[in-house]
T-cell receptor, first 112, second 113 residues
Framework: KQEVTQIPAALSVPEGENLVLNCSFT??????LQWFRQDPGKGLTSLLL?????REQTSGRLNASLDKSSGRSTLYIAASQPGDSATYLCAVGVTGANNLFFGTGTRLTVIP | DAGVIQSPRHEVTEMGQEVTLRCKPISGHDYLFWYRQTMMRGLELLIY????????DSGMPEDRFSAKMPNASFSTLKIQPSEPRDSAVYFCASSRGGYYGYTFGSGTRLTVV
């Protein structure tokens, strides 16, 4: 069964700092990986979707990379802002299945 | 596009009562998923549909839970009778297929007292 791990579980950084969130998965037979953001008491907002054939995706200050062979993805946030404070979840789509396997999330706090 | 629409946003009910959660997927999305989120277990898949047909319900906790999708634009998740341990946030998501990614609704926060 696919296991998805996110480290660290919580991260606190001062405003303006660049940061990296990590996601690892045990089964490399994935077709894509999706990063989501969840604000407290809210739903999941999709940030970036990386197909298994891709190495990275960028959107504004966000850059996500994927190394399928090593079972790792990173989400890089440049010049962090207090508005970036949220929980970030990664989820993998596994070949042969139509559902997502979620990590437990990293709770990010950006201090003004 | 209004996104995935869930109702109600919040539901408080007494133990033993029937609870019905509703979801309207994005038009054109063939897949619909029901997830449950708790602090202890994170996000868990309960059931998913493809073209209105239930494909995998192995995540449904027990017979008290049932889900239906009578047409392409509507799905329900029913809990009868409800118990305090069912308290969680229930999310609905839809997709054109895994390759295209998933879109989630805002969730229904269920509290069973």
């Amino acid at each position: 069964k696919q296991e998805v791990t996110q480290i660290p579980a919580a991260l606190s950084v001062p405003e303006g700092e660049n940061l990296v969130l990590n996601c690892s998965f045990t089964d490399s037979a994935i077709y894509n990986l999706q990063w989501f953001r969840q604000d407290p008491g809210k739903g999941l907002t999709s940030l970036l979707l990386i197909q298994s054939s891709q190495r990275e995706q960028t959107s504004g200050r966000l850059n996500a990379s994927l190394d399928k062979s090593s079972g790792r993805s990173t989400l890089y946030i440049a010049a962090s802002q207090p508005g970036d404070s949220a929980t970030y979840l990664c989820a993998v789509g596994v070949t042969g299945a139509n559902n997502l396997f979620f990590g437990t999330g990293t709770r990010l706090t950006v201090i003004p | 596009d209004a996104g995935v629409i869930q109702s109600p946003r919040h539901e408080v009910t007494e133990m033993g009562q029937e609870v019905t959660l509703r979801c309207k997927p994005i038009s054109g999305h063939d897949y619909l998923f029901w997830y449950r989120q708790t602090m202890m277990r994170g996000l868990e898949l309960l059931i998913y549909f493809n073209n209105n047909v239930p494909i995998d319900d192995s995540g449904m906790p027990e017979d008290r839970f049932s889900a239906k999708m009578p047409n392409a634009s509507f799905s329900t998740l029913k809990i009868q009778p409800s118990e305090p341990r069912d308290s969680a946030v229930y999310f609905c998501a839809s997709s054109r297929g895994g390759y295209y990614g998933y879109t989630f609704g805002s969730g229904t926060r269920l509290t069973v007292v």
